[in-house]
């Protein structure tokens, strides 16, 4: 079974630094996009970065130039590297992996995690 689990949120004053890490467990074959994924209260989820196997990166526009997105680091692991945090950038922060290969699944499968809260004050 193929569980994401996050780490890294938390309470952060603006201007600063947060990485979020996320692991998949269980047997993984293979992983297509990797990515991040965040809802603000009353929002929509929103696309915050994803990147493919081949390395290409792709960004929200509001997070462009601010944060990085990497895989690697671990079996398994995508990391969001987040600099100069605004109030805005307040949400749950939830990774996705798509195109999940695994055992006992002729499907691609994808999985999100649990999320984590980063909270960004003035």
């Known amino acids: 079974q193929v569980q994401l689990v996050e780490s890294g949120g938390g309470l952060v004053q603006a201007g600063m630094s947060l990485t979020l890490s996320c692991r998949g467990s269980?047997?993984?074959?293979?992983?297509?996009?990797m990515g991040w994924w965040r809802q603000a209260p009353g929002k929509e989820r929103e696309l915050v970065a994803e990147?493919?196997?081949?390395?290409?990166?792709k960004y929200g526009d509001s997070v462009k130039d601010r944060f990085a997105i990497s895989r690697g680091g671990g079996i398994n692991t995508v990391t969001l590297q987040m600099d100069s945090l605004k109030p805005e950038d307040t949400a749950v922060y939830y990774c996705k992996f798509s195109d999940v290969r695994a055992p006992g699944s002729e499907n691609l499968e994808d999985y999100w995690g649990q999320g984590t809260q980063v909270t960004v004050s003035s």
């Open positions: 269980g047997i993984i074959f293979s992983i297509g996009d």
């Open positions: 990147i493919a196997r081949s390395g290409r990166a």
